[in-house]
């Protein structure tokens, strides 16, 4: 993650610095990595739902050990002025996503800036530069790193806190972005459900019919290698067809999978099996910002004991669905419709025996009107909305 120059801020009319105290630094290590990952808390700090990530996996997310670095190049830089960090912002190319759609895309991500409209100019020319040095014809984002990362600019429901996974936001992002040339291109949507929900009338006679076919189970410990497997191959036939998907890669879905065996317990899974082969999974992750928000980033001295005192005995009362589909052969029918319904349903007992008492699905594309219709079904509402961005360079 470097860039051979550092620049300061240019006037629209010429090459008379528009800032003198302003620079965009490329990221490498030292002092500006740290002020990169250590940003977003001084901007938010007077945020009162921010939830301040863990610094020890933001580490780990922007370093070579994150797999998505195996397939994807990533620059990224600070602006400072006089000194003091007032922006960041990242550029990727992802060979993945060029192999699949062959469409000279590239990215932004991990944005964030104080409310100044050179800030983010500064921010924005530079890495479409880097972009366009790299062949793209188009940018959009943004992806923290990936599609199956972080992704989206929180446009609605900047009043909540983030979930686990899930971004956030200062209000005056859109127009700043909106300023340097971008529109909205694809909108997710992230629905609010209380575990207390009632069944949809008709699920009972619905699922009776199916009963003979369909066979729902929670994921296995002794075989978790294989659940494994399984809930990636439904995940990336259901998905195929979604809008920018790209598939995880091994390496990328086995770091995932640690995270399952660490995070969630088995019976937050569900995989439906229709005439005994896998159709549908459907997992849910507790919502570990619930379990960080006031260690200010940091495990020692003693946020690692709150930390797993709060996952292991206390429980967390909120949680995310992350992972959720039912195979292509199944969209459009209405066996797929009582297969999610049903795997929804199964997993309400269990979240609720360990306390959780509300779940975000997210994120959801908007015209995906069949889950969005699923999901209302049972009381759940569209909360929050996330935009990406797109923009021709």
Known sequence: MTMSMRKTAKSAAGDRPADSGLEILPVA?????????????????????????????????????????????????????????????????????????????????????????????????????????????????PFNLSINEECGLLVDGLDTPPVVMMGHARPWYPERVEAQGYSGVQDLLAYHIHTDFSAPPGLDRLAARVASRVRLRPMSRKDFRRDLDIIKDIFEDAWAQNWGFIPFTDEEFATLGKNLKFLVPPEFVRIAEVDGEPAGMMVVFPN??????????????????????????????????????????????????VLALMMITSLQPEVRKRGMREVEMSWILENNKGMCNIIESLGGRAYKRYRIYQKNL
């Open 29 to 141: 290590g030292g002092l500006e990595r740290r002020q990169f990952l250590r940003f977003p808390s001084k901007l938010y700090a007077d945020d009162p739902v921010w939830v301040p990530p863990l610094l020890l996996e933001r580490e780990e997310h922007f370093s070579k050990r994150n797999p998505y670095f195996q397939h994807a190049d990533v620059k990224a830089w600070l602006v400072r002025r006089e000194g003091r960090p007032v922006g960041r912002i990242s550029a990727q190319v992802d060979r993945l996503h060029l192999e699949r759609y062959n469409d000279a895309t590239g990215f932004f991500g991990l944005l964030e800036a104080e409310d100044d409209p050179q800030v983010f100019r500064l921010l924005f020319e530079t890495a479409e530069q880097w972009l366009r040095e790299q062949g793209m014809r188009r940018v959009r984002g």
């Open 288 to 337: 570990l910002n619930e379990a960080i928000r006031d260690l200010n980033g940091r495990l020692l001295p003693l946020g690692w004991l709150k930390l797993m005192w709060r996952l292991k005995v206390r429980g967390l009362k909120s949680g995310r669905v992350p992972l959720m589909g039912v195979r292509r052969r199944f969209h459009n029918s209405r066996l797929g419709a």
